[in-house]
């Protein structure tokens, strides 16, 4: 029977909260908008937020997507990904370098590392590949035909027991590997009870 030190080493790190200190959603519309105009488009929203936060008829997910919405639909999907693509200077400035620096020794030892995410994947995918890390699992938006954002999503919203339904996907042979996750709040409780190892950052 295989020993567990003989297994192959997958190491999951959540992002937001866990690889970062902030929440990279909020940032990011402040960093392609501005904080006014940010500030001014969550007023004019404040009743999904009630919606979801205060009356808990609407999912986070419906409310991210109307968030979403909001701020970038009818936009060019080429500018979107320029502006995930210099978003990676921004992130660098609210890190958890304790973190980045357990996923720059996984990524060294030659473990397969995984960042899941609710995070979306035009901002997330760009920080990864600049960290040596090749599997991105996070939300991905809707494009049409003529290549602009249409303000949905066309994967579920990466968070909780979609985080754990993903990985799964990639990663089904779950008796022949060894598991370490890093995660930072509920929305990793599924996938870190499938874990070997736990880690959770405060």
């Known amino acids: 029977m295989q020993q567990k030190e003989e297994k192959r080493q997958v190491v999951v790190f959540d992002f937001d909260g866990t690889i970062t200190h902030k929440d990279s959603f909020l940032q990011f519309i402040a960093f392609t ?13 404040i009743h999904w937020i009630i919606a979801c936060y205060i009356l808990c ?4 997910e419906t409310l991210k997507q109307r968030i979403f919405s909001y701020f970038y639909r ?11 693509q210099s978003f990676v200077s921004r992130i660098e400035t609210f890190e958890n370098r304790s973190i980045v620096k357990k996923l720059h020794e ?12 609710a995070s979306i ?21 809707d494009v049409n035909d003529d290549g602009f954002i249409t303000g949905y999503f066309s994967s579920k919203n990466c968070y909780g027991p979609e985080k ?26 599924e996938i870190m009870a499938i874990a070997d190892e736990k880690h959770w950052v405060s």
């Not at 994947?121 to 938006?141: A, D, F």
Request: glycine fraction near 10%; charged fraction near 15%.
């Open 33 to 45: 908008h501005g904080w006014p105009q940010l500030c001014f488009g969550m007023l004019l929203n």
């Open 74 to 84: 009818g936009m060019m999907y080429e500018t979107f990904c320029r502006y995930g």
């Open 164 to 189: 754990m339904v993903q990985f799964l996907l990639a990663e089904p042979h779950r008796t022949e590997y060894c598991l370490t996750v890093y995660g930072d709040s509920r929305g990793d409780r």
């Open 106 to 117: 996984a990524v060294r030892d030659g473990h397969t590392v995984f960042v899941i995410s």
């Open 57 to 60: 008829i609407i999912s986070n």
């Open 121 to 141: 994947y035009e901002w997330l995918w760009p920080w990864c590949q600049k960290h040596g890390v090749e599997n991105v699992i996070s939300t991905r938006i």
